[in-house]
């Protein structure tokens, strides 16, 4: 999957794709997966962020264009609607074996 193009992330996005892997919610390869980043990107801007200078990183790059942000925007839900989906599928699965369970 192509991710957003390289080098173009809002700020508010590095520090929300950090707090995933800061916080212990989630491991670096299964954040990066999640966000459409590459490992190496998100493991630049953890280390950026433990140093003290995440806000430092893509201060050169222009700003993101606002069709840019839009498909950054509907890619992160379609990935995180992907993954609900997954779960939803999981737990029906579950279910199903379990009402099932005493029959066989």
């Known amino acids: 999957m192509k991710g957003i193009p ?3 992330y809002t700020k ?3 520090e929300e794709a950090v ?3 800061a916080e212990g919610n989630m491991s670096l390869p299964k ?3 999640s966000l459409l980043l590459p490992p190496s990107t998100l493991g630049n801007w ?3 962020y433990k140093a003290g200078k995440l806000g430092e990183i893509g201060k050169t790059q222009r700003p993101l264009t606002e069709i840019e942000m ?3 925007r509907t890619k992160r839900e379609l990935v ?3 993954m609900e989906r997954d779960l939803l599928k999981k737990a029906a699965a579950y279910f199903v074996r379990e009402s099932l369970g005493g029959t066989r």
């Open 80 to 82: 995180e609607t992907r």
């Open 6 to 8: 390289q080098g173009r």
């Open 12 to 14: 508010e996005f590095r």
């Open 70 to 72: 839009e498909l950054a």
């Open 19 to 21: 707090k995933l892997v």
């Open 31 to 33: 954040a990066a997966r």
């Open 46 to 48: 953890v280390k950026a």
